[in-house]
C-alpha cells in the first residue's frame, strides 16, 4: 500500500486548501473549487496529497495527528514569518537558546503543525 492523501476535517474545504497550497507551493487541484465539499492539494510524488473535507462540526479539542514540516529554502524562523504571514497563529515556541528546538501553529481552523529546523541549516 501507498499512502495516497492525508485527511483533514475542516469547515471550508477551498479556503484551507488554499492556504496550505500558499504554504507548501502545491497546487490546488484543478477540478476544485469555491464551495467543494472535497478539495485536494496535490502534492509531488511520492509525497501524499492534503485532502480537505468539509464537515458539519467544527474542531473543539487538539489534533490527534498534525504535520511536521521542515524548511528546504529558508531557514526554520524564516519559514515561521512567512507562514505566519499568511494567516497561522503562533500556538507555543518550543525554540531553544542554543537554535534547537520547533514551532506549533494553527492554520486558519485552528489545527495545529509544526515547523522543525531544516537539515543542516542554521536556525535564524
Known sequence: MILRHVTVDCADPYRLATFWSEVTGWPVSDVDEPGDDEVLVEAPSPVPGIL???????????NRVHLDWQPTERSRDDEVERVIALGAKLHEDHR????RGWVTLRDPEGNEFCIEQGKGRSPA
Open 52 to 62: 480537505f473535507i468539509r464537515v458539519p462540526e467544527a474542531k473543539t479539542v487538539k
Open 96 to 99: 531553544t537558546a542554543d537554535g
